[in-house]
Structures are given as structure tokens and as C-alpha cells.
């Protein structure tokens, strides 16, 4: 991973075998990002990604392995229990032009990623839901 900040955003260029997750994560903790929103695409080689079921509440993951292009990355960086918190989406076309996507949990980078991290001024935290079953945003947690 290579970055650069200008002033509340961050342009970062991910190369081949890094992870988007790991990745954002590492950068959330050197630049202490407590609030960010994220943005992104680029060629994978892998993607986990998953569906949250409302009813069972669980995750249900589907996993990619072929040459995709990351078609849009979206989320935020907020915190919980003092560390980075990503939660991300992504959609990806594969050879036949057929999107996928979901709540992403592993993206492997095949020729680049092109990230843009996006600094607020603040904090939320994050708290664990037991109705929805998922962490919601926390606004009286920083």
C-alpha cells in the first residue's frame, strides 16, 4: 500500500495479493482515523462477500475466485471498543459481466486498487444491536 493525505482525504493505491480490509485497517490505525467514509475500485483475484439474513441473523458468504473488477467499494471507518471499525460493501463484475457483491469480508487485490478514504471531523461509535443482530452505529459512544 502507498497513500498520500491531502488535508481530510486519502488517495491510496493498493498492489497485487494486498487485502482491502487489512489494508484500511493498518491505514485507520497509523493516521488514527476514527470516522471516515470510504470509496473505491480495481481488479481483484478474491472477494468474500456476504448477505446479512434479518430473520436468522446471520451472515451468509459467498466466495469469489477469478479475475473481477471492482466495480464500486463503499463504506465507513468508524471505531469500537477503541479500534478500527470497517464496515464496507462491494460489487465486482466477473468475465461475463455479471456484478456480485454484498457486505464485503475479504478482497484480494490482482493488478491494483484505487482507494479514497475521505477524514470527517468527529467520532461514532459502534454498539452491538441484540434486535437487528448487527454493531449500529453508537452516537452517545465516541
Same mark, same amino acid.
Given at each position: 500500500? &502507498? !497513500?498520500?493525505?491531502? =488535508? $481530510?482525504? %486519502? ?16 491505514? #485507520?490505525?497509523?493516521?488514527? %482515523?476514527?470516522?471516515? &467514509?470510504? &470509496? /473505491?475500485? @480495481? #481488479? ?13 441473523? =446471520? ?9 473481477? =473488477?471492482?466495480?464500486?467499494? *463503499? ?5 469500537? &471498543? ?5 464496515? %464496507? ?5 466477473? #468475465?461475463? @459481466?455479471?456484478?456480485?457483491? /454484498? ?6 487485490? *490482482?493488478?491494483? /486498487?484505487? %482507494? ?5 471531523? /468527529?467520532?461514532? @461509535?459502534?454498539? !452491538?444491536?441484540?434486535?437487528? @443482530?448487527?454493531?449500529?452505529? $453508537?452516537? $452517545?459512544?465516541?
Amino acid at each position: 500500500m &502507498e !497513500y498520500r493525505r491531502f =488535508e $481530510d482525504t %486519502i488517495i491510496m493505491r493498493l498492489d497485487p495479493d494486498e487485502e482491502i480490509l487489512e489494508e484500511l485497517t493498518q491505514l #485507520a490505525q497509523r493516521e488514527n %482515523i476514527a470516522l471516515a &467514509e470510504v &470509496e /473505491g475500485l @480495481g #481488479a481483484l483475484k478474491q472477494m468474500n462477500v456476504c448477505v446479512f439474513d434479518t430473520v436468522s441473523k =446471520e451472515y451468509y458468504t459467498n466466495s469469489f475466485e477469478e479475475p473481477m =473488477e471492482l466495480l464500486s467499494l *463503499s463504506g465507513t471507518i468508524t471505531q469500537m &471498543e477503541g479500534k478500527p471499525y470497517l464496515h %464496507i460493501h462491494a460489487s465486482a463484475g466477473n #468475465a461475463k @459481466g455479471i456484478a456480485l457483491g /454484498g457486505h464485503l469480508k475479504k478482497a484480494v487485490i *490482482s493488478a491494483t /486498487g484505487e %482507494i479514497v478514504v475521505r477524514v470527517l471531523n /468527529g467520532q461514532v @461509535g459502534r454498539r !452491538y444491536s441484540e434486535k437487528i @443482530g448487527l454493531n449500529l452505529f $453508537d452516537f $452517545d459512544r465516541e
